[in-house]
C-alpha cells in the first residue's frame, strides 16, 4: 500500500472511531478494494472463497477498530487482521479436505463393505464416546464433532491448550480400549 493510501485509510479510521458514519463507509470500501488485492495475490488456489475471506476480516476489523491508533501505519495492522483470517479460512479448509479425502478413501478401497456394517461401526463408536467421563467427551466432540480447533475447544472449556490435546488424545485412547475390548 502506498504511503499516501495508508496515511487516507489511518484518518478515515480515526474519524470513524469518533463517530463519523461516513468515514467508516469509506473506510470500509477503500479498505475493501486494498485487500481484495491483497487477497488475490495470495489465494490463487481458492478465488472463489476470496470474498468469503474477505468478508470474515472486514467483520475482525470492525470488532478490532478500537484498538488501531492513530499515527502508525494502517497497512500493516490490515494486512497481519487479514493475513490471520486467510490462515484460519486455509485451516479449515484442510481439515474439511482432509475428512473428505479419508471418506473418499474408505469407500474406493472397502467395496465390500455394506452400509450396514458401516453404520454399525459408527455406532459402536458413538456409544463409546459416551461412556467417555463428562470432560472427555465434551472436547472430543468439540474437536470432532463440532469441528473446532483446539484453541477455540480450550477457550470454550476454560482450558489450557495443551490440556485440551491430552485430555483428546486420552479419550481416543480410551475409545480404542473400549473398541478393541468389543471385536474380542
Known sequence: MNPARDQRLAELLVQAQSGDQTAYESFLREASEVLRV???KRMTSAPDRIEDVLQETLLTVHRARHSFLLGRPIGPWLYAICQHRMTEFYRRHRRTEAIEISTDLQESTLPEESSTEADGRGALVWEALMRLPQKQREIIESLKVRDLSVKEAALQAGMSE???K???????QRIRQMLDGKRK
Request: proline share 0%; charged share 10%.
Open 38 to 40: 491483497y487477497l488475490a
Open 162 to 164: 495443551s490440556a485440551v
Open 166 to 172: 491430552v485430555t483428546a488424545f486420552r479419550g481416543y
